[in-house]
């Protein structure tokens, strides 16, 4: 498949996954969620790298770069991503992880040279536009959902969010080199998601009181944090590394972008009200973007 196509599907599994994701973690606490939620994951890969045969393409030097990776965009990131949806909510949370977009071109164009231009940038344009015209305009004026109200400072959730965004971008960007060497996407995937966990186990370790869990982990949780692993790291994250082997990173970022957009139906299936006229409007902006880029 084309790498574009490789990212929009990615966006399509953390779309899904975060309906899987706000319960639990909502219920255990960020840490302690993101800490089941890698552990199943990394069970996941290792398996899948052992039955392809994948784990022999890694290479023992390459396991510090995987392991920065994974600390900064699993550990910091995925973590930082849902202790902002606990205090915003997913719409919210969605629009400032979509900055992802953003400092990936920026950095895409600072480290690796990398330029958007003619239909792609503008294209690029009407699809970061869309993404955030139709989550910021997306709430309908008697909307009340309890995952619509703010817990805690909002200006606590918004830094949280805009720290995933930017750990999203730095963790990705930073293993383009070495995904073009060949190495195999779900090993390396494994690998990234073990480090993370093993940095989570750490500070739970250490005796940090917000690493601990909130509330015992009932059969429902591990259910949903099970699925969420399965369809956002596993699947989801191993598309992005292969889409980012082959493809621009900086335009791999902007179409990984479109996961609000992706949302919207879902979120109408759960609050069972159509999404607002800022959303529509947003997602055809999107959609006409995404059209331009693979033209």
Excluded at 23 to 34: E, T
Excluded at 67 to 91: E, H, K, Q, W, Y
Excluded at 160 to 180: D, F, R
């Amino acid at each position: 498949m084309r790498p574009e196509v490789l990212a929009l599907f990615a966006a399509a599994c953390w779309a899904i996954s975060s309906l899987f994701s706000a319960p639990p973690a909502q219920r255990l606490g960020a840490f302690a969620f993101s800490r089941w939620r890698m552990l199943f994951a990394s069970a996941i890969l290792w398996a899948l790298a052992v039955a392809s045969g994948g784990w022999r393409s890694l290479d023992p030097s390459a396991f510090w770069l995987l392991g920065v990776s994974g600390v900064i965009g699993i550990f910091i990131g995925d973590t930082a991503l849902f202790a902002c949806m606990n205090r915003l909510g997913p719409r919210r949370s969605g629009v400032l992880f979509a900055c992802h977009a953003l400092f990936s071109g920026v950095l895409a164009w600072a480290w690796l040279g990398e330029v958007l231009w003619g239909w792609a940038l503008l294209g690029s344009s009407l699809l970061v536009g869309g993404v955030m015209l139709a989550i910021v305009w997306g709430k309908r004026d008697d909307e009340s959902h309890r995952w619509e109200q703010t817990r805690g400072r909002l200006a606590v959730g918004v830094a949280l969010g805009l720290l995933a965004a930017l750990c999203q971008s730095v963790a990705t960007l930073m293993l383009k080199p070495l995904m073009s060497t060949g190495i195999d996407a779900v090993a390396a995937s494994a690998v990234r998601m073990t480090l993370a966990l093993a940095a989570h186990g750490l500070l739970l370790a250490a005796g940090w009181p917000a690493a601990r869990a909130r509330a015992p982990v009932r059969w429902k949780d591990a259910w949903l944090t099970f699925l969420s692993a399965a369809v956002a790291m596993a699947l989801g994250m191993t598309l992005i590394l292969q889409a980012m082997r082959h493809g621009q990173a900086g335009l791999v970022a902007v179409l990984s972008s479109v996961t609000p957009i992706l949302i919207l139906p879902l979120l109408w299936l759960v609050y069972r009200r159509r999404p607002a006229v800022g959303a529509w409007s947003g997602a055809v902006l999107a959609v006409a973007g995404t059209a331009l880029i693979l033209r």
